[in-house]
């Protein structure tokens, strides 16, 4: 039985459950993403970087991409650079409490599936040895938490996300969109090279600064796009009385009109397609998650670790 408030707000005991649930999905290289944006693909991930281990003469079978040509010329003998994988990376966490995030027809808000999005990604990385580190976000305030492999930094990343999540309500009418571009800003300058950047939110707050972020971090790292909406932003509800408020102002208007179903279409359409194009022009994985269903639910269907492996 639900509480009042289930659904509505997030609790830190809440999150803190999904470390122990089995999450069997794949924030791996080469997991299988499916996204509802572009139609159903695979979109391999960079993965992580390699260490170099030893330098070792050229025997047959060896892979010639490592050949080290200086040493090569140098000593007059084939040489090669041997790389071991690296045993862990970052993890970086981009994670939206905005207002637009504050809304949902179904299950849970959408702040709510973004935070659960967050906690099981958080949990996913920690049981694969990375690191994890976030940026969270409202339309005031930017969080920032460096990357660490300690359980107890994960727990202050939940910490705030609740305690911004707890802020959220009718009332706030604040439209300022900027935090997102100062939250990847601030990324662009921390994740170096073969990180994973994972971006929860709705899209709402995209433009051209946050896109040129996201292009300029994905040059040299993996980036993940978890795209949060709710069934009702997909298709409105048809009526001759339909009232939107921001918290201070309220409007009542005829959502059967065929006008305005025309202007929320083209709306829609154009957010999508925006998304979309940034999506297709640096090979983005999308996930769609909705506040219909569990979220855990989501990602395996999404990021299975027996699609990872096909």
């Known amino acids: ?34 996204t509802k944006l572009s139609g159903r693909h695979q979109s391999g991930m960079r993965g992580r970087g390699m260490d170099f281990s030893e330098m070792k003469q050229y025997v ?11 040493a090569t010329r140098r000593t007059g ?7 071991n994988e690296e045993r862990d990376r970052n993890v970086w966490l981009v994670v939206s ?18 935070a659960h999005t967050a906690a099981l990604m958080a949990f996913k990385a920690l049981e694969m040895g990375d690191r994890v580190g976030a940026v ?7 969080k920032f938490f460096k990357a660490t492999s300690s359980k107890n930094n994960v727990v202050q990343i939940m910490t705030e996300i609740e305690r ?10 604040s439209n300022h969109k900027g935090t997102l571009s100062k939250s990847l800003k601030i990324l662009s300058t921390l994740a170096k090279h073969d990180d994973l950047v994972v971006i929860i939110g709705d899209g709402r707050a995209l ?15 993996d980036v993940i796009a978890a795209l949060v909406f709710d069934p009702m932003e997909e298709e409105i509800v048809k009526s001759s009385s339909l009232f939107f408020t921001d918290g201070v102002d309220t409007v009542d208007v005829n959502s059967s009109d065929k006008q305005f179903i025309r202007r929320y279409a083209e709306r829609l359409t154009g957010r999508k397609e925006t998304f979309g194009q940034l999506s297709r022009k640096n090979a983005l994985p999308v996930l769609s998650i909705s506040t219909e269903f569990p979220v855990l639910d989501q990602l395996y269907e999404q990021l299975s670790l027996n699609r990872g492996r096909n």
């Not at 003998?77 to 790389?83: F, M, T, W």
């Open 97 to 114: 409490q905005m207002n637009t995030m504050f809304f949902g027809s179904k299950e849970r808000m959408k702040s709510v599936s973004a």
């Open 60 to 70: 047959q079978g060896d892979d010639t991409r490592n050949m080290d040509w200086k």
């Open 1 to 34: 039985m639900k509480t009042q408030d289930e659904g509505v707000y997030v609790t830190l005991s809440e999150l803190l459950k999904f470390g122990y649930m089995p999450k069997n999905f794949n924030i791996r290289p080469n997991a299988a993403v499916l």
């Open 207 to 221: 433009d051209k600064d946050t896109a040129k972020h996201i292009t300029r971090i994905n040059v040299h790292n």
């Open 164 to 173: 911004q999540n707890h802020l959220l309500g009718a009332q706030n009418a």
């Open 77 to 83: 003998k084939p040489y090669i650079r041997v790389y």
């Open 136 to 142: 969270i976000y409202n339309n005031e305030d930017v």
